[in-house]
């Protein structure tokens, strides 16, 4: 069996990050197979961005190591794309050109196909300016997935758009992360989003990964009992933390490897 075959494809392995003296993430302890979804929760500011940060090797660990298929990151990998809150579009190009920035020419056709898969096939000569919201944040997430990547970074891409897009983006992500084979990490503010998507919920507190739980439901998944009970878990987690400090909780779980 080669090395690949038995090793997590991302391994976030003691990272801890400072700012200035001010320590943001401690002894962080991650692993993630390929074709994973994992969402990252926890209080605003409690580090999540940070964290994804460090899986995009946009920034660098204080000390500990992000590998990803082995490799330990330096920079941000060819196989990586990120999406943001903001669609970041070029309001001078079009809807096409937009999402060819970042491919190669002869994968040029790659383009249109992502932009028929988020839906938007028709719109493609269109300006950015004239799309709404949602429409755009599609038009970045057949940005993202054009050059087919294989690791998806979501930096709570759906915070800004109406409850109903919302969800229409949500089931729209689940489509593309099983047809596309990706492993995908989301940091979101809500629960709900993180037990709709994700194989695990990471709940990060004071620094440090507090919860991983496996949510169990079947998919696609509508909102019943079973729902309510892994939102109730992590959401009562949240409100209501316990007597010990979140490092005597991360000491306690040995390892968050599957
Ligand atoms: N480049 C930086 N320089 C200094 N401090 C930073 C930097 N980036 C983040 N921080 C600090 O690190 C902490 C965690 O920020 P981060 O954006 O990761 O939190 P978050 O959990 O994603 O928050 P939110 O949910 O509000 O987006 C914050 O206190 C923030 O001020």
Known sequence: MSTSQISPFLQVDGVQKS??????????NVNVRQGEFVAIVGRSGCGKSTLLRLIAGL?????????LDNRKLGSTAPETRFLFQEARLLPWKSVLDNVRLGIPD???????QSLRNVGLGEREGDWPG???????QRVALARALA????????????????????????????RLWVEEGLTVILVTHDVSEAVA???????????HITMDTRITL???RIRDSGFAHFENLILNRLLTPPQETPQ?????QISFSI
């Open 19 to 28: 700012y200035d003296q001010r320590t943001i993430l401690s002894d962080i």
């Open 59 to 67: 920034e660098a660990p204080s000390s500990g190591s992000v590998m």
């Open 106 to 112: 002869k994968n040029k056709e790659d383009a249109r």
């Open 130 to 136: 004239v799309l709404s919201g949602g429409q755009k």
């Open 147 to 174: 050059s087919h990547p294989r690791l998806l970074l979501l930096d709570e891409p759906l915070g800004a758009l109406d409850a109903l897009t919302r969800i229409e983006m949500q089931q729209l992500i689940e």
């Open 197 to 207: 998507l994700a194989d695990r919920v990471l709940l990060i507190e004071d620094g």
């Open 218 to 220: 079947e998919r696609p």
């Open 248 to 252: 005597q909780i991360a000491q306690k």
